[in-house]
């Protein structure tokens, strides 16, 4: 692009200043969802922006926003990106922000080059082409964020649906829920053989109620789970198989010979006190033993 | 020349590995645990393994064969300690160190080693019911 185009707009953002902002304003005001964010913010953002795109206008070239001219600019449009997503801005009305100053900004190219149309048509396109590409730049980080956001939610509930119980001394419960996929396996893993070094407990009950389905590969990612845990010295049950699951088990022909396995939690936790040499009983029943012991 | 300290225990036998493993030094370990273990007449080995934070295939196979030979006279071998990356590294090698036991720290290998110098008779039980 021409230099003198670049200049025209850069003279025409300097000229102008005082009265586009107020019209900007009025203009993304007007497009609504006003209410996600407080006047004086919208104003000050406004205001940054424009002067940060006048600097860049006069210093860079307009028709390159990657150059180094542009750093500030990138940086506040990524900012401002960044917390719209936050307040509950889509995408577009994001974008919105940059593409809406392109109307009082052409009011005021046509007001002052009306006449010479070549020149007009020039700046126009000039304007058309940084506005859309900056446009689009707000709508990249934006998407950018989400995407953050969304990886980190995916890290916590994995983190969260992977807790270690210690149901006695010595025995520690893992109940599992959701589908079992090789990072999840990784997590249950290393969660349950640090409980496992933390508590010194010498039994690990894995209870599957959660599993909506086992196929060969859960059932893989199970067996590893086990396997570790056994070089550790634990020994793991597996509790919560239903009956669907025994069955398709079975169908698969997936051998878990090696694995205790018990139908329910409590079971698993019933046989988990045996070999601990503990049991349970009524507490009247061992009341009155201790009556007779006495008499 | 670098050698694997042994320790006698009651009636067990206590290795600590400590340094990095390589042929010759396991050779000698072999040597001289078999020795003790005739000499001493143990009843079970003792391999702790918390200081190692690699195992790979080679040490590996070094436990098995000392459990194997170990087994021939009549001892158990008992792996101890293994840390948690350890175990996730070798059940991801697909080694499972099948016909080695394992516990989580000495005191509760000794007491594996005890309870098996005793009748077993409610053990058998637990596993039927």
């Known amino acids: 692009m021409a230099r003198t185009e670049q200049n025209d707009i850069a003279a025409v ?100 080059f009306g006449s010479d149309a070549e020149r007009l048509a020039g700046i126009t396109a000039g304007v058309n082409s940084v506005l859309d590409k900056l446009g689009l730049f707000t709508t990249e980080v934006y998407q950018k964020g989400r995407e953050e956001l969304i990886a980190r939610q995916q890290q916590e509930m994995m983190e969260l649906s992977t807790p270690v119980v210690e149901l006695w001394d010595g025995v520690l419960a893992l109940p599992l829920i959701g589908t079992l996929d090789s990072a999840r ?28 389905t086992v196929d060969t590969l859960v ?9 570790a845990a056994r070089l550790m010295g634990a020994d793991c049950i597996i509790s919560g198989i239903r009956p669907q699951i025994a069955q398709t088990i079975v169908h698969l022909g997936v051998e878990l010979q090696d ?19 503990l049991s349970v009983q009524k ?13 | 020349m670098e050698r694997i300290p042994i320790l006698k225990m009651g009636g067990s036998l ?71 990356a350890v175990a996730i590294t070798l059940v991801e090698l697909g080694l499972s160190l099948q016909g080695v036991r394992t516990a989580l720290n000495v005191e509760k290998g000794m007491q594996m080693i005890a309870a098996d110098g005793e009748p077993e008779d409610d053990s058998s039980a637990d596993r039927e019911s």
């Open chain 1, 185 to 212: 396996t990784q997590v249950v893993m290393e969660s349950l053989l640090q409980r496992i070094v933390d508590t010194g407990a010498g039994i690990a009950i894995i209870d599957i109620t959660g599993v909506p």
């Open chain 1, 13 to 112: 953002l300097a000229r102008h200043e005082d009265e586009i902002l107020p019209e900007w304003v009025r203009v993304q005001k007007a497009a609504g969802r006003s209410h996600l964010i407080s006047e004086e913010d919208l104003r000050s953002q406004t205001r940054d922006f424009l002067s940060l795109f006048r600097t860049a206008a006069q210093t860079g070239r307009i028709d390159d926003i990657t150059g180094r001219e542009w750093d500030d600019t990138r940086r506040m449009l990524e900012d401002l990106s960044r917390a719209r997503a936050r307040q509950g801005f889509t995408p577009s009305q994001t974008a919105m922000f940059v593409f809406s100053l392109k109307e009082p900004l052409f009011a005021r190219v046509r007001a002052e």
């Open chain 2, 14 to 84: 206590l290795v600590s590995i400590q340094v990095d493993m390589h042929d010759r030094l396991a050779m000698t370990l072999q040597d001289d645990l078999t020795a003790r273990i005739v000499k001493d007449r143990a009843r079970g080995v003792l391999i702790d393994i918390s200081a190692l934070e690699v195992v790979d295939s080679f040490i590996g196979r070094m436990l098995a064969n000392i459990a194997a030979m170990s087994r021939v006279l009549d001892a158990q071998t008992v792996v101890v300690g293994m840390r948690p």
């Open chain 1, 259 to 277: 694995v205790l396995t018990k139908a329910t939690l409590a079971d698993a936790f019933a046989i988990a006190l045996k070999r601990l040499g």
């Open chain 1, 219 to 227: 059932a893989q990612h199970l067996l590893k789970t086990v396997a």
């Open chain 1, 283 to 295: 507490a009247h029943a061992a009341k009155s033993s201790t009556a007779t012991e006495k008499a």
